[in-house]
């Protein structure tokens, strides 16, 4: 049976000697004019959990899986590709709640819990993820999916400044520590590794659309994303199961390769909300990135609601989230906000009542 390596509390916050340097995932834009989401269940599939640190640890999920995934260059096993649930401690909730999902749909897939870096309680340095974004980016895409979708809001989101928020900071800094991590436990092999996030809800079909995306997938892979909500049409159609992105939003479930995670790691520092850097890398060529399709991984709820992370941009999209942006909520403790950039004139801070967003939670 294969391994699971290293342990993901343990992945350091170092330059890599590979010559990258190391440094949200904020959800997806939702839209007005779709209905919610109705989400396929099956009865769970029998597996032997097994503690390795304790109740709410590090886990992992053994059993049975023999499909083998052969793509051009990308060779992976099911009961070889490894998993990490990036959790954080304070949100035993959101864990026991995955494991369960990933139990149900994913039989036989290794994971385990990747502590998340905590943005309310720890300072993520500025050469890791800026304390600041513009929009500019996300305006284009967001006007290309208005239109894409046949949506009258074309102008509902507008360039901004805005001040990350420490939930986007420490969201960012973990899919930097679980990049390093992917090239850690690769060692000199081209081994991937599949990132989760603990809201993570994976389909019925997850093993079989993924065994043919996989099969499909061209040896240039650097990232393939399982969930995702797409901006931009595809560059081009792959397989029934597979297609080239230009431009997605959400860091809930994706496979990386350690070529991968070094091209991350050589861009930082993070300058934007962590999905949409990643999404602009993709878009400019830098990394090839590919979705299967139709996704195979949704969040367990919409975007801003029960989330840690206070999107800096839900001005335009969140009216009725259930995040309340309150100073301690949205800074943490009183030594984090005195560390906190000085606000410009430029910056835009919400207005919880303002009517200018969406709040669907489709098309996550």
């Keep these: 049976s294969s391994k699971v390596f290293g342990d993901c509390s343990g992945a350091v916050l170092a330059a890599m000697a590979v010559g990258g340097r190391v440094g949200v995932a904020p959800g997806p834009l939702a839209g007005t004019k779709k209905k919610g989401l109705k989400r396929g269940r099956r009865a769970s599939s029998a597996a032997t959990y097994r503690d390795v640190v304790g109740p709410l640890g590090r886990r992992r999920v053994r059993g049975e899986c023999p499909q083998v ?19 954080l401690e304070r949100r035993p909730d959101r864990l026991e709640g995955c494991v369960k999902r990933l139990s149900a749909h994913c039989p036989g897939l290794h994971h385990e819990r990747f502590a998340a870096t905590d943005g309310r309680k720890h300072i993520v340095p500025a050469s890791e993820v800026a304390s600041a974004w513009n929009t500019a980016r ?4 967001q006007r290309l999916r208005a239109i894409r979708k046949g949506w009258d809001d074309l102008d509902t989101y507008q360039e901004r400044t805005l001040e990350l928020s420490p939930g986007e900071r420490g969201c960012a800094s973990s899919h930097i520590r679980a990049w390093q991590y992917c090239i850690e436990q690769a060692g000199d092999s081209q081994r991937p590794l599949l990132v989760l996030e603990d809201d993570a809800d994976p389909m019925p079909d997850f093993m079989p659309t993924l065994s043919r995306a996989l099969a499909a997938l061209p040896a240039d892979a650097h990232v393939l994303y399982l969930g995702y909500s797409q901006a931009a049409n595809w560059r081009r159609e792959i397989s029934p199961e597979l297609v080239e992105s230009e431009y997605v939003w959400t860091t809930v479930g994706y496979i990386v390769w350690p070529a991968g995670a070094r091209k991350f790691l ?10 949409n850097w990643m999404a602009q890398l993709n878009a400019s060529g830098d990394i090839k990135a590919y979705c299967v399709r139709p996704k195979i991984v949704r969040q367990a709820e919409a975007w801003n609601v029960n989330s840690d992370v206070a999107h800096s941009d839900e001005h335009y999209w969140g009216p ?33 009542g303002s009517e200018d967003s969406e709040g669907s939670t489709e098309d996550l």
Excluded: M
């Excluded at 301690?328 to 430029?346: C, H, L, N, V």
């Design 320 to 352: 009725d989230s259930d995040i309340h942006h309150s100073d301690s909520f949205y800074w943490g403790p009183e030594d984090i906000q005195a560390a906190r950039p000085k606000p410009s004139a430029t910056t835009l801070f919400w207005d919880v």
């Design 69 to 87: 995934f052969e793509g051009a260059g990308h060779t992976v096993a099911v009961r070889d590709l490894q998993a990490v649930v990036v959790n």
């Design 138 to 141: 996300n305006v284009v895409y």
């Design 266 to 275: 050589s861009q930082l520092p993070v300058d934007q909300p962590v999905d």
